[in-house]
């Protein structure tokens, strides 16, 4: 016989900028690296020099829309909360 399911934790909500900010570096990191490599960096792997730009121009974004995704998560959870509060 199983035993019953256990409830689900409680969903911890933290910044997501934080990680947001930690790739958008490390992206970035990396690509100060490889350009700082210069003629050294093979030209069969020169393709991630676009990689750690595409990553690093990815990070700037996500990290500038995150707080415009939760403000609109916000207002969009207080629309639902106001429509199951009016009376019918």
């Known amino acids: 016989m199983r035993t019953p399911r256990r409830p689900d934790p409680e969903v911890h909500e933290s910044d997501y900028r934080v990680p947001a900010a930690i790739g958008t570096l490390a992206w970035a990191v990396a690509l100060v690296v490889l350009v700082a490599m210069g003629d050294s960096l093979p030209q ?16 700037v974004f996500g990290y500038l829309y995150i707080p415009r995704l939760l403000r609109k998560r916000d207002e969009s959870a207080e629309r639902g909360a106001a429509r199951f509060s009016e009376p019918s």
């Open 44 to 59: 069969a792997e020169r393709w991630w020099i676009g990689v750690c730009a595409t990553g690093a121009a990815l990070g």
